[in-house]
């Protein structure tokens, strides 16, 4: 019975929270970008074993 009109509801939801989680996303990959300018040879793999 109630499947109907919550359907679009929901999808509405679903759309709008994954709009705001992929802002989230973006603000934070934006973020390591910045700190990757500002820290030296942080894209560098010297440090790195294995």
């Known amino acids: 019975k ?20 992929r802002r989230r996303r973006d603000k934070i990959n934006n973020w390591i970008v910045q700190l990757s300018k500002i820290i030296p040879d942080c894209g560098s793999d010297s440090g790195k074993s294995g």
């Not at 109630?2 to 989680?21: C, F, K, M, T």
């Open 2 to 21: 109630l499947e109907g009109p919550r359907v679009p509801r929901d999808e509405r939801r679903r759309a709008q929270h994954n709009e705001v989680e």
